[in-house]
């Protein structure tokens, strides 16, 4: 089972800011959360991810809260093409490697 | 940017027939996934591969399923006698680091290949 938890769906207005939260309560101290979208059936594409900073990239912020069990991915300025699902991801470790359990997502509508 | 590329973007197989998708990593990964998605589900984990081998591989890996990297720059997977479930979107995906512990990079995601199997 995925480690996270995200709320179904979400809208935005077009131009304003896009906080799509994220719930990782069992996170262990070296997890990183890593966020990905999918715009219809392309692949995960990736956006930000983080240990227990705040990151910035030219895509996103992602705000971890200090005792990282969640986080919120931020698109300052949502466009049309943002509407996507978002998928906040931490790896499980086995066998060797890491491997990432996609849970359902947020599905975000950004709204003229 | 560099990117994964699958082709082809979309396969049509009769059932019991054998099928290859392929994929072409980042040049410099060395750590190379397949996952799937069967319409309007969730992505689900197949396999990673890591030195010339298989790391993991879910329950969804049965027997009819292997994966080569038969070359310095493509990575494959095979399907030996498809069935009607296997109709599903299959990506790959490449990342540099993924077996250390404290390794973070990310995955990268091919735009994925659409098998229908009728």
């Known amino acids: 089972d995925a480690k996270t938890t995200q709320p179904p769906s979400m809208d935005c207005a077009e131009g304003r800011a896009a906080n799509l939260p994220c719930n990782h309560s069992t996170i262990s101290g070296n997890e990183y959360v890593y966020w990905y979208r999918q715009i219809h059936s392309q692949g995960p594409q990736y956006i930000i991810h983080?240990?227990?900073n705040n990151e910035t990239n030219e895509m996103a912020s992602l705000i971890i809260t200090e005792d990282r069990k969640s986080s919120t991915l931020i698109l300052p300025h949502a466009t049309l093409r943002d509407t996507a699902v978002y998928y906040c991801i931490v790896r499980v470790f086995t066998s060797g490697t890491y491997k990432y359990i996609f849970g359902t997502g947020t599905r975000l509508k950004v709204l003229a | 940017e560099p990117e994964v590329t699958q082709t082809p973007s979309h396969q049509v197989t009769q059932m019991g027939q054998e099928v290859i998708l392929r994929c072409v990593p980042i040049s410099n990964h060395l750590y190379f996934y397949w996952y799937r998605q069967i319409l309007g589900q969730k992505v689900e984990f197949l396999v990673s591969f890591y030195n010339n081998e298989i790391s993991e591989k879910s329950e969804i890996f049965d027997d009819q399923f292997s994966v080569e990297r038969p070359d310095g720059s493509n990575f494959t997977l095979k399907i030996r006698s498809t069935k009607l479930e296997d109709s599903a979107m299959y990506f790959c995906?490449?990342?540099?680091?993924?077996?250390?512990?404290?390794?973070?990079?990310?995955?990268?995601f091919g735009d994925g290949t659409r098998l229908s199997i009728l």
């Open positions: 995906a490449s990342s540099f680091t993924g077996g250390a512990i404290f390794s973070n990079q990310p995955q990268h």
């Open positions: 983080g240990l227990k």
